[in-house]
């Protein structure tokens, strides 16, 4: 069938059916470098007459075998490659109905699931118990528009959208946070908040229920507070005699609770990095509950600070070395904790001093700290005043969290320890962050052109961080 001529050392032959080209050892080595010829057919040879020029027919059976070889694998790829994209398309689309199709007006939030009862072996039980293990199950927008009625009772609105009461079937509570597209948060602070918040359980941090991702909206399920936030209260007139000392304090409690929890116990070290009266929600007996963590930032376990280019949180409640350099850590949320106390004692937003000599309340407590008038400082609506003590060491408290130095304030360990330890003395404060202050009566000089006030004496200064 064939044969190997070398001339030097003789013909080596193929006889029977050619399978393979192996040989001994001892007769291959004699033939390293020779030519084979192969026995064909006649029709596998092809004569060109004009030419002069033999050519085989060779080439038209190497076509034959490539395309046998070929178009079964091919055929066989396709095949597979079809299978598993149905199979997975398959799978997303039951995963789907299985995740993101939830009826939050039938969800049961409070189901065991551990159950075994007979109620508990229809399909919307099981349901509902699986997505119980789940750490944040996600609704379809048909049952969350029902649910607010097509988003109808608007509770208020923040920085990333407005906020809408909703109510389930079984008469749960509901709020819904509704994300702007024109909003600064973003896919990525969506994600971050529903991830943080699932993970994290304690009584003064809101509760998150669950999502909605679909028709390009953004939504987060949280339980009601029926006495709205923080701010509702203590910068009005006439709703700030609600909160009277003891709920004051009861507040302050609570909130450094929630922050120790972040800082230290949780699951994971987080910086909420926008702690503000706004983001502080009341229950019905008014506790507080820390909420809105969509600009909140995880640490590592070694980890003590961390440094961002993207400056995010409310100016006022900023830490100096954050709003200044985009440096933050624990003691930025340390820093934002004293401007709520300082803010909770006195009824005033830090912001609200535009026409004193004080730049802000931080200043403001730091002159009446420094000239024995400290007490001054006690919110006029709280009607009878505590005991002066008491009242002085929650100001010495607030003051020490405000300092400029991150190295000079206390971490929420060290305030709690402050708080029940009453009486352990307290460190004198040093001087604030943001304190320096202007001249009003220099103000009032420029500002005056011919008696009439003109808009091109006065000036506004944006801080950016770098």
Not at 16 to 37: F, H, P, T, W
Not at 104 to 127: A, C, G, H, I, M
Request: aromatic share 8%.
């Amino acid at each position: 069938m064939a044969y190997a001529d070398n001339n030097n050392s003789g013909c080596l032959l193929w006889e029977g059916d050619l399978v393979n080209l192996k040989q001994s050892a001892i007769a291959a080595g004699r033939v390293i470098g020779a030519e084979i010829y192969i026995r064909l057919a006649a029709s596998e040879l092809e004569l060109q007459i004009g030419s002069g020029s033999i050519r085989t027919g060779n080439i038209k059976w190497k076509i034959r075998t490539t395309l046998a070889v070929a178009i079964p694998t091919t055929l066989i790829t396709l095949g597979l490659f079809m299978y598993f994209r149905c199979l997975c398309k398959g799978k997303l689309k039951h995963k789907g109905k299985e995740y993101t199709g939830h009826d939050l007006l039938l969800f049961d939030f409070d189901t065991d699931p551990s159950s075994t009862n007979k109620e508990s072996s229809s399909v919307d039980k099981r349901k509902n118990r699986w997505s119980k293990n789940m750490e944040l199950p996600l609704f379809s927008y048909e049952s969350v528009s029902v649910a607010t009625g097509q988003f109808s009772d608007k509770l208020g609105e923040g920085g990333f959208g407005p906020v809408y009461k909703g109510k389930l079937s079984k008469g749960l509570e509901i709020a819904v946070k509704r994300l702007s597209e024109r909003s600064g948060q973003g896919l990525e602070e969506f994600r971050n908040e529903t991830i943080l918040i699932a993970k994290l359980q304690h009584r003064n941090l809101v509760r998150l229920l669950g999502s909605c991702i679909e028709r390009d909206e953004k939504m987060l399920i949280y339980e009601y507070m029926p006495n709205k936030s923080l701010d509702f209260f203590l910068f009005d007139a006439n709703r700030g005699q609600i909160l009277d000392w003891g709920t004051r304090i009861r507040i302050i409690e609570g909130i450094a609770q929630g922050l120790l929890y972040l800082h230290r116990y949780s699951r994971l070290r987080i910086i909420h990095r926008d702690l503000k009266p706004s983001n502080i929600l009341l229950d019905s007996e008014m506790n507080p509950k820390i909420s809105d963590f969509g600009m909140a930032r995880i640490f590592g376990g070694n980890e003590t600070q961390a440094n961002t280019n993207r400056i995010v949180g409310t100016y006022g409640y900023m830490s100096p070395e954050y709003a200044m350099e985009g440096l933050f850590s624990i003691k930025s949320d340390v820093f934002s904790f004293g401007v709520l106390v300082l803010e909770i004692v006195s009824g005033r937003k830090n912001t609200s001093f535009y026409h004193s000599d004080s730049l802000n309340l931080l200043g403001h407590a730091w002159k009446l700290w420094n000239s024995n008038k400290a007490s001054d400082l006690m919110d006029p609506s709280l009607g009878d005043p505590p005991s002066t003590a008491t009242l002085l060491r929650y100001i010495n408290i607030g003051l020490l969290c405000v300092q400029e130095s991150p190295a000079d304030r206390p971490t929420m360990s060290d305030v709690i320890s402050m708080i029940v330890n009453e009486h352990v003395a307290l460190p004198g404060p040093k001087q604030p962050a943001f304190v320096a202050g202007r001249n009003v009566a220099e103000q009032r000089t420029l500002m005056r052109s011919s008696g009439v006030p003109s808009a091109n004496n006065m000036t506004i200064t944006a801080i950016d961080g770098r």
